[in-house]
């Protein structure tokens, strides 16, 4: 199976800063990612896929970067709401779907 | 829109079992491959299990194979999770999610969950 490794495992930031977090695979996915938020008693919310794809409804300062095993979640200028868990999850093998550990994003 | 609502969780004790339900509704039920997805308390999310759109492939975790099932009833427009042999480190949210348009890669929308609690 795929290991995602996500970092760092939590982060504290400031409304208005940028952040950014990072997830790796133990080999190659192409583009075969995406990230999602969870706040605490909600289900997770896809933002990003393949990568680099805005889910739609989901705000522009969020995007995505990377390929093969390398890839970055981006929040451009932090807002209240976004304080909140980010997982990255593979799909380019299947079975089984793999998720990143999780980033909390904690209010500095 | 889509809305995916669970049922059926609750305590069981060690050794039961249970069966949860995915009520969905906003979409084409019988054109998307389905999902469960587990959360251990103050955990990360776990995979669990995948049903194809008309019910001809079925995957599992390693960790719930051979104790639970996957299954759909399209006319009804619900999916189900049979979980025998429960264990305590089966205790979490049980999540149902949907493929996106274009196959099985990310779920893009969730259930809210139901909490399954294994406990004497």
């Known amino acids: 199976d795929i290991q995602m490794t996500q970092s760092p495992s939590s982060v504290s930031a400031s409304v208005g800063d940028r952040v950014t977090i990072t997830c790796r695979a133990s080999q190659g996915i192409s583009s075969w990612l995406a990230w999602y938020q969870q706040k605490p008693g909600k289900a997770p919310k896809l933002l990003i896929y393949a990568a680099s794809s805005l889910q739609s409804g989901v705000p522009s300062r969020f995007s995505g970067s990377g390929s093969g095993t390398d890839f970055t979640l981006t929040i451009s200028s932090l807002q209240p709401e976004d304080f909140a868990t980010y997982y990255c999850?593979?799909?380019?093998?299947?079975?089984?779907?793999?998720f990143g550990q999780g980033t909390r994003l904690e209010i500095k | 829109q889509v809305q995916l609502v669970e049922s059926g969780g609750g305590v069981v004790q060690p050794g039961g079992s249970l069966r949860l339900s995915c009520a969905a509704s906003g979409f084409t039920f019988s054109s998307y491959g389905m999902h469960w997805v587990r959360q251990a308390p103050g955990k990360g999310l776990e995979w669990v299990a995948f049903?194809?759109?008309?019910?001809?492939?079925?995957y599992y975790a390693d960790s719930v194979k051979g104790r639970f099932t996957i299954s759909r009833d399209n006319s009804k427009n619900t999916l189900y999770l049979q979980m025998n042999s429960l264990r305590a480190e089966d205790t979490a949210v049980y999540y149902c999610?949907?493929?996106?348009?274009?196959?099985?890669?990310?779920?893009?929308?969730w259930g809210q969950g139901t909490l399954v609690t294994v406990s004497s």
């Open positions: 999610a949907k493929d996106p348009p274009g196959g099985t890669s990310w779920p893009d929308y």
């Open positions: 049903i194809r759109y008309d019910g001809s492939n079925k």
């Open positions: 999850q593979q799909a380019n093998s299947f079975p089984p779907l793999t």
